[in-house]
């Protein structure tokens, strides 16, 4: 008797599966997004003043800067000082984070009623810590 051979031909290629490697990249990906901190800005340029007792802190969650032409930047838009308040009401929603601070970035060359009166909008919006931020006397 005679015994045939079958050839079986393989309707598939054999290949490398990329799935698992996708997902290990994208897992990385979120956790890279998830972990970063992103520089916040108030919008505008300022000289802060020199101070030889100052101590770095943490960023505030809402940087406010007021200018030496009297402007006053958050978010990076201009507003006026009486909306404030609002403004930063709206940013403590939008943050989720209720306990969150404000750093006022004033203008070495800024009034001080202006700066004064930013800084009482932003307690009258339910913000207890509210800081003014100043540079190091140390280059």
Same mark, same amino acid.
């Given at each position: 008797?005679?015994? $045939?051979?079958?050839?079986?031909?393989?309707?598939?290629?054999?290949? *490398?599966?990329?799935?698992?490697?996708?997902?290990?990249?994208? *897992?990385?990906?979120?956790?890279?997004?998830?972990?970063? &901190?992103?520089?916040?800005? &108030?919008?505008?340029?300022?000289?802060?003043?020199?101070?030889?007792?100052? &101590?770095?802190?943490?960023?505030?969650? *809402?940087? *406010?800067?007021?200018?030496?032409?009297?402007?006053?930047?958050?978010?990076?838009?201009?507003?006026?000082?009486? &909306?404030?308040?609002?403004?930063?009401?709206?940013?403590?929603? $939008?943050?989720?984070?209720?306990?969150?601070?404000?750093?006022?970035?004033?203008? $070495?060359? #800024? $009034?001080?009623?202006?700066?004064?009166?930013?800084?009482?909008?932003?307690?009258?919006?339910?913000?207890?810590?509210?800081?003014? #931020?100043?540079?190091?006397?140390?280059?």
């Amino acid at each position: 008797m005679k015994m $045939r051979r079958h050839h079986y031909q393989q309707d598939e290629e054999v290949g *490398i599966d990329l799935t698992p490697m996708l997902d290990v990249v994208f *897992i990385m990906l979120i956790f890279f997004i998830v972990t970063s &901190s992103f520089v916040k800005e &108030s919008g505008v340029e300022i000289q802060r003043p020199q101070a030889d007792t100052a &101590s770095a802190r943490d960023k505030g969650n *809402i940087l *406010i800067a007021v200018t030496a032409e009297g402007e006053v930047w958050i978010d990076k838009q201009v507003v006026d000082v009486r &909306s404030v308040r609002a403004h930063v009401e709206r940013l403590r929603l $939008r943050l989720d984070r209720p306990d969150g601070a404000v750093l006022v970035q004033a203008d $070495r060359d #800024a $009034r001080t009623g202006l700066v004064v009166q930013v800084m009482d909008q932003a307690r009258q919006a339910g913000v207890a810590d509210v800081a003014l #931020a100043a540079g190091t006397g140390v280059p």
